[in-house]
């Protein structure tokens, strides 16, 4: 069994902690990067987002999500820093953030995605100290399938690191305050 610290983990992933052996997977430039599909409310077609300034240029912008206003996260700016190419096949990925006490919905912009994969605890490594691209602190951990490793990711780290809720929720405010007193 695994240690409760991310920071001190050896051997297989607890999954127990996600509550999840089941991740969407998707890419992002060229990589291929899952989710545990509990934190996933939806996927949605990429269409508008409309920019919202004075924000990290990984903030892609916001959209409107059934009169609700949703963040979204360039996940490539967010890991490459530099911003994706939006094409046929990109899609946005709701994930829901619980963050000190709070509920947001936030969108992940990602390349494509792949499909629901079940992984087992057993095929899931640490995640490596070196090598992956992005922040260690960003990896749930290295799960294997069909031979390839998929990178899993920690949603609360990627998209709560730095306080994104708090950063990006007085330009929600501002941006629903538009729309309220112009409808």
């Known amino acids: 069994m695994a240690s409760k610290d991310p920071n001190t983990r050896s051997g297989p992933i607890d999954v127990e902690e996600e509550g999840t052996s089941q ?50 996260v360039d996940l490539s700016a967010r890991f490459h820093g530099r911003a994706a190419e939006a094409g046929r096949r990109s899609c946005i ?24 994969l079940e992984i087992s605890p057993e095929e899931i490594e640490p995640p490596p100290a070196f090598g992956a691209g992005i922040k260690s602190d960003f990896i749930r951990g290295m799960g294997k399938v069909d031979g390839r490793f998929v990178i899993l990711l920690d949603v609360s780290r990627v998209l709560g690191t730095e306080g994104l809720i708090g950063l990006v929720s007085p330009a929600i405010a501002a941006v629903s305050n538009r729309a309220a007193s112009s409808g």
């Open 93 to 116: 990925v709701i994930v829901e953030m619980n963050e000190e006490g709070s509920v947001q919905d936030v969108g992940i912009l990602v390349d494509s995605v792949s499909a629901v």
């Open 23 to 72: 991740y969407l997977t998707f890419t992002v430039a060229g990589q291929m990067f899952g989710i545990g599909i509990l934190a996933i409310k939806e996927i949605i077609q990429y269409g508008a987002v409309s920019s919202v300034p004075m924000m990290p240029d990984f903030i892609r912008g916001v959209i409107n999500l059934r009169g609700a206003v949703v963040p979204v």
